[in-house]
């Protein structure tokens, strides 16, 4: 499962309605290859349902995970930052054994 921090919840709320975006859309979040790390973190607002995917709900978000990304952001927590030192969303991954400095990959 991946959950949502207040912060993080917050700024999903209002970039949907800031672009217009309804409530059927999820936040799907996924790895993929790439980065200082080796992987990399992916996330978008989505609307359609795949075959292999899991669907959470924590915080009144819904958030879409393929089957094989699961394995990577297993306990996974989704967080937001927008102060001096703000990065925006940062993941805090427990089953990440590196990350880069920049915190955009990781490596397990």
Known sequence: MISVTDAARDKIVQLKAQDGIN??????????GGG???LMYDLDFDDTDQPNDKVFEDK?????VDKKSLLYLAGTVLDFSDGLNGKGFQFVNP??????????????
């Open 36 to 38: 200082c790390s080796g």
């Open 23 to 32: 409530e059927d859309y999820k936040i799907r979040v996924a790895v993929k």
């Open 60 to 64: 009144g978000i819904k958030i879409a």
């Open 95 to 108: 089953n990440a054994s590196r990350t880069c400095g920049c915190g955009e990959s990781f490596s397990i």
